[in-house]
C-alpha cells in the first residue's frame, strides 16, 4: 500500500505535468510581446536583422554555385564566418570591424607565410621548433600590444584576429604544401564577405553611429532640463506657466525625475559610438574626421551634473527634512535657479539637434547666476540662530547642490557654444529671445558675475550658527 507522501508526490508531479502546456503558452506569448515591442520601439532593429540576412545568403552563393565552390573550396565558409562576426548594427561599427578584420588577415598572412618559409629552410627537423618560436613571439608581442589603451579601443579586434591568423598559417602550413594559395583563398574570402557587409551597411537603409551619438548627447541635456522642471513642480510646489498646483502628472513627474539615471549610465555607450563614428566616412552635415571629442566633453560634464540631481534626489527623499519657515524662505531663488537652468537644458539641446547657434542658453545661464547670487546674499542676511541645525541642514544641502547644478550648466553651455563653434553650426535669427529681468539688481548679463562655491555657502551659514568643529565635517 503507497505511503500518503508517496501520493503526494505524484500529485505534485501530475499538477506540474497539466499545468506545462499553460506555461509554456504564457513564455510563448511574452516572447511575442517583448518582440512587438522592441520592433516598435526601433523599426530600425528589424532592418539589421534583414539586412544581415540578405548577407549571409549572398556570401553562401560561393559555397553553393560550383564554379565558385571550384575556385574557393571549403576557404569560400570564411566568407560566411566575416559576415557573421562583422555585420555590426551601425556603419562605423561594421566598417571598424571589417577594416580590422582585413588589415590584420592580410599583415598576418604575409607574415605566417614569410615564418613558414624561413622555418623551412633550417630542414625537417628545425622547422618544427622555429614555427613554435614564432608563434609564440607574435602571440606574446601582440597580446601585451592590446593592453595600450589607444590599441584597445580601436585595434583590439584587429589585434584579435592577427593572432589567429598567423597562427593559423603557421602551423597549418606545416602539414600544407601550398601555403601561399591558401593564404590567398583565406585572404580572399575574408575581403569578399567584409565588403559585402560595408556595401550593405551603407546603401541598405544605413544608421549611423555619428548621428546616433550627436543626438543622444542632444536627449541628455533635454533629460536634464525636464529633471530640473519636474523638480520645482513636484517639491518646490510651483507650476510653470500659471498652471494649478495639483499636478497631474504624477507618473510623468516621476519620470522626469528618474531619467538623470539613464545619463548616469551612458559612458560606455558614449564611448563606444565615438569610437565607431571615427571609422565613418562623411554623411549629411557630419563631415571626415568631425570633432566627436567636443561630443564626448559635454556627455561628461551632463553625467557630473547628473551625479548633483541624484544627490539633489536622495536628500529630497532623506528622512531628515528642512524647516518649512527656512524653505519657504528660499523657495522661489531655487525655483528660478532651477526654471532658468531648465531652459537653458532644452535651448542647448534643441541647438545641438537642429544643429543650430543657441541663441538664448547665455541669458538663461546668466538668469540662474544672478539667482544664486540673490540666495547667497539671502542667506548671509537671514537670522537662523534659533533655528535647529538638523532642520538647516536639508535646505543647505538642497541650496549647495542646485548652485554646482547652475555651475555645470554654464560649463555645458560653454562646450555646447564651442562645439556649434567649431563644427559651424547654422546661424538662425531670432525675436523671441528672453529678456533679462529688470527688477532683478544682481542679473548682470554683459558681465556675469563670478562662480559662486557651493562650499563657501555652507561655511557662512555655519559661521553664523556657531557650529562646534566637531559638527563642521558632517555638514560638509
Known amino acids: 500500500m503507497a505511503s500518503p507522501n508517496t501520493n503526494q508526490e505524484k500529485g505534485g508531479v ?66 560566411v564566418m566575416t559576415v557573421v562576426v562583422v555585420f555590426e548594427y551601425t556603419v562605423g561599427a561594421t566598417l571598424g570591424k571589417g577594416l580590422n578584420r582585413t588589415i590584420a588577415t592580410l599583415a598576418a598572412g604575409a607574415l605566417g607565410v614569410g615564418a613558414h618559409y624561413l622555418a623551412s629552410l633550417s630542414g625537417t627537423t628545425g622547422e618544427p621548433i622555429l614555427i613554435g618560436a614564432f608563434v609564440f613571439v607574435q602571440a606574446a608581442i601582440a597580446s601585451f600590444i592590446r593592453f595600450f589603451p589607444k590599441v584597445k579601443a580601436r585595434y583590439d ?200 547657434m543657441p541663441s538664448s542658453s547665455d541669458t538663461y545661464v546668466a538668469n540662474a547666476k544672478a539667482a544664486v547670487k540673490s540666495l547667497k546674499s539671502l542667506l548671509e542676511t537671514s537670522s537662523c540662530k534659533e533655528t535647529d541645525l538638523l532642520s538647516l541642514i536639508p535646505v543647505v544641502t538642497m541650496a549647495s547642490l542646485l548652485i554646482d547644478i547652475v555651475e555645470f550648466t554654464e560649463k555645458i553651455a560653454d562646450s555646447v557654444n564651442n562645439l556649434a563653434t567649431v563644427t559651424h553650426f547654422e546661424v538662425v535669427d531670432t525675436d523671441k529671445s528672453p529678456k533679462v529681468p529688470s527688477q532683478s539688481p544682481h542679473c548682470e548679463c554683459a558681465e556675469p558675475g563670478p562662480k559662486i562655491d557651493s562650499l563657501q555657502l555652507v561655511i557662512i551659514v555655519e559661521s553664523a550658527l556657531a557650529v562646534p568643529d566637531s559638527e563642521k565635517s558632517n555638514v560638509v
Open 14 to 79: 501530475l499538477a506540474r505535468i497539466l499545468a506545462l502546456p499553460k506555461v509554456v503558452k504564457e513564455k510563448v506569448l511574452s516572447i511575442c510581446r517583448l518582440t512587438k515591442e522592441i520592433a516598435q520601439d526601433d523599426p530600425r532593429k528589424v532592418i539589421h536583422s534583414l539586412k544581415v540576412g540578405l548577407a549571409i545568403s549572398l556570401v553562401s552563393l560561393f559555397y553553393y554555385y560550383q564554379p565558385l565552390y571550384e575556385n574557393f573550396g571549403l576557404s569560400a565558409m570564411w566568407a
Open 157 to 356: 579586434y584587429g589585434m584579435l584576429i592577427f593572432i589567429l591568423t598567423f597562427s593559423l598559417i603557421s602551423v597549418s602550413g606545416f602539414r600544407e604544401v601550398e601555403v601561399l594559395d591558401m593564404a590567398h583563398k583565406r585572404l580572399s574570402t575574408i575581403f569578399i564577405g567584409g565588403s559585402a557587409c560595408v556595401m550593405i551597411s551603407i546603401f541598405v537603409c544605413p544608421v549611423w553611429a555619428g548621428e546616433e551619438f550627436h543626438y543622444s548627447i542632444a536627449n541628455k541635456l533635454e533629460i536634464l532640463g525636464d529633471f530640473l522642471e519636474a523638480f520645482v513642480r513636484v517639491y518646490l510646489k510651483i507650476s510653470k506657466e500659471g498652471e494649478s498646483e495639483d499636478n497631474k502628472g504624477d507618473s510623468k513627474d516621476k519620470k522626469f525625475l528618474e531619467g538623470y539615471k539613464k545619463v548616469i549610465n551612458s559612458k560606455s555607450v558614449d564611448d563606444s559610438l565615438a569610437n565607431f563614428a571615427r571609422w565613418e566616412p562623411g554623411h549629411g552635415k557630419f563631415r571626415f574626421r568631425h570633432p566627436w571629442d567636443l561630443y564626448l566633453k559635454a556627455g561628461a560634464l551632463s553625467r557630473q551634473c547628473a551625479y548633483r540631481m541624484e544627490a539633489l534626489d536622495a536628500n529630497i527623499n532623506s528622512d531628515i527634512q528642512g524647516s518649512l519657515e527656512i524653505c519657504s524662505t528660499v523657495q522661489e531663488l531655487c525655483s528660478e535657479m532651477c526654471l532658468e537652468s531648465s531652459k537653458a537644458y532644452k535651448e542647448l539641446g534643441a541647438s545641438i539637434r537642429t544643429m543650430t
